[in-house]
């Protein structure tokens, strides 16, 4: 049985632990790392310190196998990441051995040092933004369709005008997700994929 439910502060390692299993266009991203946290850093654990009443995950007798995250308003998120989340994970990595780290470990690394921001004209118009993703076990049982419904009922609740989010191109999965889900494609920029939906 699937339970879904608001986050809560124990669910933290699920949070990295899924974006890491997940990171690889939907595939398992671990020999791509041996910091096993680095991906998590910018993709989920941010809005479950930073925003936790915008995340919601999906729980079964094994344990939190997926989740959806985001922010309602993705620049003033951008500037608070730049506030209370970059400046500890900067000081961290420039402690860490380069040696130590994978070619996508320093990539990621290097995002963290200069962050790039969301397509300025897709958030003008779509504010709000979201990641979600599932482990392979959950996938297939509209867990995710479900815990989109959540995310979105309460934005537009909070009066949110539009959600976008990037996927990408590889992860077939994902693109044909959002695509089922309303989510029009806006924009390709490198391997990204941007979508948008209006509330």
């Known amino acids: 049985m699937v339970v879904l439910r608001p986050y809560r502060e124990s669910d933290l390692e699920a949070l990295y632990e899924i974006c890491l299993v997940t990171g690889d266009s939907g595939q398992d991203a671990s020999p791509l790392h041996n910091d096993r946290k680095v991906i998590g850093e910018l993709y989920s654990a941010p809005y479950g310190v930073l925003e936790p009443e915008h995340v919601f995950v999906a729980e079964d007798d094994e344990g939190v196998a997926g989740y959806v995250v985001g922010t309602h308003d993705t620049a003033e998120f951008e500037a608070r990441l730049e506030r209370e989340w970059w400046p500890r994970l900067r000081r961290h990595y420039a402690g860490v051995a380069r040696e130590g780290l994978t070619a996508t470990d320093r990539m990621r690394v290097a995002a963290i040092n200069e962050p790039g921001t969301n397509p300025a004209d897709i958030v003008a118009s779509y504010p709000a933004h979201i990641h979600m993703n599932l482990l392979p076990r959950l996938r ?60």
């Open 140 to 199: 297939g049982q509209r867990v995710g369709s479900e815990l989109l419904r959540l995310w979105v009922e309460q934005a537009e609740a909070a009066g949110v005008s539009g959600i976008h989010l990037g996927a990408n191109d590889k992860n077939a999965g994902g693109v044909a997700f959002w695509t089922k889900s309303g989510f029009e494609p806006l924009q390709t920029i490198g391997r990204t994929v941007w979508f948008g939906i209006k509330l």
